[in-house]
């Protein structure tokens, strides 16, 4: 495929990347898990937004100075080395599929909840048909996907936009409503670190951008600027609406709402405003879905372009998209709603932000040493802030990693063991086939 091939995408599809798989379902509970918290809750969520626009800025930076690199993986194979790229990526692309189960059953149950007569059919199965739905649209190639992306990007704006003019309006109407229920507890330390955690949850996506990087058209100028502007444009909306659910209702009765945001909409918007910011919901989930289903795809293209999975998951249909990559990350994540169709939205949602959390950590930290790395090398003349950008990255993702404490540390290094006997066993058939040419 050629630079000027009507199958690119540019920069408006690439930010759309960023916020539509960035704002997920994960910020319309988020609200409930971080109440019980208090104040720390904002606390947390400055040092997440401070911490991924550092990491923004580490993609930016290596998406313009290795512009014809295949995303992150060869930001980090070219850096770090084919083993650390391949167990980043292999940790990602787990957390993809997991994350494409929990999505489609979110969607259902929300769904469900808006027009009954789905409560009625097997959760499951819709699950299912939802995920193969996004299949569809993704086989018809990138810019199919991206298409979609742009729309549902712009109408999960809508309840964000809903409850910041909410909050406005009761700010400038009821000053007094703000803070009439103050927390109970105390600002500290270490639940500011957890808050943050809980926060970076919901800001899984801000590398979108650099993974589909050979099908974007002028990827080392579109790639930067989308994922800056995709970043900044998520945080700015993320602080404003976090804080008025936060900000109006009393913590205990928020930390026990399963729609935070519906229940601010009823409470100071009128009756009915919950129904439709439910909708909303529905509308912002999908968006994610069809999102990270593109981006699953072309992970594991990429993967099978540069031998570290089988080359089968290299081939395109005529419409360029990956069509046997896509079809297997589906499966698996049919699998997996399928063996957990039982579960809960919330505990759904618990098991995603640990696991899919732990999973993309290793991908931030890889990302931003491989800009260290750079500067090693003797990028200095790119910038002081390529140094600084990279530190900070590193930071962050130790940080988090901290804040998580030890299990999801243990579950992420497990996740990228799992994928290591694939890796040298396709190196041995690669070294096999050399010898023998």
Not at 262 to 283: S, Y
Not at 287 to 301: F, P, Y
Not at 302 to 330: E, I, K, Q, S, W
Not at 338 to 356: C, H
Request: with cysteine; aromatic share 10%.
């Amino acid at each position: 495929m050629q630079p000027g091939d009507g199958r690119k995408i540019g920069f408006w599809t690439c930010t759309a990347l960023v916020v539509g798989n960035t704002i997920g379902m994960g910020i319309f509970v988020l609200p409930a898990s971080l109440a019980p918290l208090g104040y720390n809750a904002l606390l947390g969520w400055g040092i997440t937004v401070l911490g991924c626009l550092a990491l923004a800025r580490v993609f930016a930076r290596l998406a313009r100075l290795l512009p014809e690199a295949d995303g992150p993986y060869g930001y980090v194979q070219r850096t770090l080395g084919d083993l650390p790229a391949y167990a980043v990526l292999w940790s990602y692309w787990v957390s993809n599929w997991i994350t494409l189960a929990a999505l489609a059953t979110g969607v259902v149950g929300y769904a469900a909840a808006i027009f009954p007569p789905l409560a009625r059919v097997q959760p499951a199965w819709l699950c299912v048909g939802v995920l193969w739905l996004f299949v569809g649209v993704n086989l018809l190639g990138v810019r199919s996907g991206g298409r979609v992306q742009v729309v549902t990007t712009v109408m999960k704006l809508v309840p964000m936009l809903a409850v910041a003019v909410l909050g406005a309006w009761t700010l400038l109407e009821s000053p007094a409503s703000f803070g009439a229920h103050p927390p109970a507890k105390p600002i500290s330390l270490g639940d500011a670190m957890a808050a943050s955690t809980l926060a970076l949850f919901a800001m899984l996506g801000i590398e979108s951008a650099t993974i589909p990087a050979s099908r974007v058209d002028d990827p080392g100028r579109t790639i930067p600027r989308a994922t800056l502007a995709g970043t900044g444009i998520t945080a700015a909306i993320y602080l404003v609406v976090s804080a008025v659910p936060l900000l109006l209702l009393p913590y205990a009765e928020l930390a026990q709402s399963s729609a935070p945001f519906a229940l601010v909409m009823e409470r100071f918007g009128g009756e009915g405003m919950g129904r439709w910011i439910a909708l909303f919901v529905v509308v912002s989930g999908l968006g994610a879905l069809n999102g990270w289903t593109l981006l699953g795809g072309e992970m594991m293209r990429t993967m099978a372009d540069n031998g570290t999975m089988p080359r089968v998951f290299a081939r395109t249909n005529a419409h360029g998209a990956p069509a046997g990559a896509l079809v297997l990350t589906a499966l698996l994540a049919t699998a997996m709603v399928l063996m957990n169709y039982s579960e809960s939205a919330v505990t759904g949602f618990t098991f995603l932000s640990t696991v899919v959390t732990a999973a993309n950590l290793p991908l931030y930290l890889g990302c931003s040493l491989a800009l260290g790395v750079l500067w090693w090398r003797g990028q200095r003349d790119a910038g002081r802030d390529l140094l600084v950008a990279a530190v900070l990255g590193v930071g962050y993702a130790i940080f988090a990693f901290v804040g998580m404490g030890a299990q999801p540390f243990w579950l992420a290094l497990a996740l990228m063991v799992a994928g290591l006997p694939l890796y040298f066993f396709l190196r041995h058939l690669r070294k096999r086939a050399t010898r023998h040419a």
